[in-house]
Nanobody
């Protein structure tokens, strides 16, 4: 079992920045970590991911504006979000995929990001 704690959401004006943090209770079994987001009335979408080999993925809508990274202990990931747009407003969820799995099975409680115009 992996517990996940997220932080860093909030209200920011368009063009501003926020950094989200996600800490897992253990790094021992982690394969990949990712950030998803869900806006009201929309499906939950993958925003960014960092894989076990340190490669990264970004959705087209955030490329060049968001950066995913993790700490040396490999139990915390960060999502640096710059040049925020009102369209980035959503609940952001951290997710963990463990070894031997093909889906993200552990999820955080979500953190609200609101970007005002």
């Amino acid at each position: 079992q992996v517990q996940i704690a997220e932080s860093g959401g909030g209200l920011v004006q368009a063009g501003g920045s926020l950094r989200l943090s996600c800490t897992a209770s253990t790094s021992m079994f982690i394969r990949h970590m990712a950030w998803f987001r869900q806006a009201p009335g929309k499906q939950r979408d993958l925003v960014s991911a960092i894989f076990r080999d340190d490669t990264t993925y970004y959705a087209d809508s955030v490329k060049g504006r968001f950066t995913i990274s993790r700490n040396a202990a490999r139990d915390t990931v960060y999502l640096q979000m710059n040049s925020l747009e009102p369209e980035d407003t959503a609940v952001y969820y951290c997710a963990v995929q463990t070894l031997g799995r093909s889906t993200y099975e552990y999820w955080g409680q979500g953190t609200q990001v609101t970007v005002s115009s």
